[in-house]
């Protein structure tokens, strides 16, 4: 009868203790990656964010600022179809420079967010000299 | 089941179970390891659109630089086009330094601090008759 036991223990599998232990060690394991999976997450998808708002901010300045009349226009706003996030540019002159000079400033955000994804500024010129 | 079959089983057994340890073992540590591969490839991806943020706020303030340096026809020096959240300074220089009507360069370098990192670009421009004809960048 002993000896049937002992066989039997043998050949079972893990005990409850052995289980426990594997998934106390795993779970210990785990809280420090799960941080770093959590943070390089949501980095990626800043960074995706960023780089949709980086090229309407590029895109606003190479097309719509030639565009427009300098004269009239002192800001534009919108909102990109394709991402769905908001842009804003504002024009203004700037002290101590011909007329034709205009500080372009452009601000990328998400809809329900103040703060915004990326700024721009230059200067940008229409005239010629 | 006796006792000489016994020993002979026991063994067998505990290596089967040791084998099955070792194979789930490995499976978690790839796993782990792929999971912290990619999370690092994913920060990294972050840092570099950061780091180009940077270099295109600091291309754009250089090309500040040489409008300004168009509009006034004169080289200018450091100035600050933004404080806040980015310090945006650029700075330009023409040659020849008094062109007259001839044509001449305008070199304009751009600079961004960013959340502790400066980025810098240099921008050169060939005007003739009041316009650019040729764009350098670096």
Known sequence: MDLRVNAARAEA???LIEVALAVTLIAIALVPTSRLW???AQADQA????TEALVIAQRLLEQRVRAIPFASVSSVTGTDSATGL?????LADVPGMPAGVKRVEISVS??????????MVTLAAKEQW | MTERSRK???????GERGATLLVLALIVFVMLTGFTLLAASQLKHAERVNAEYGNLQARNAAEAGIYASLATRSGLPPTVLSAD?????????ITPPAPGGAPYWIASTGSVTLAGFTYRAQVSAFVSNGSIREWTFE
């Open chain 1, 38 to 40: 959590l943070a390089s």
């Open chain 1, 13 to 15: 599998g893990a005990s």
């Open chain 1, 86 to 90: 908001t842009y804003a540019m504002a």
């Open chain 1, 110 to 119: 998400r809809p329900a967010d103040s703060a915004p994804l990326i700024r």
């Open chain 2, 85 to 93: 959240p980015a310090q945006v300074v650029f700075e330009s220089r």
């Open chain 1, 47 to 50: 960074a995706a964010e960023k």
């Open chain 2, 8 to 14: 002979r089983r026991s063994p067998g057994a505990s």
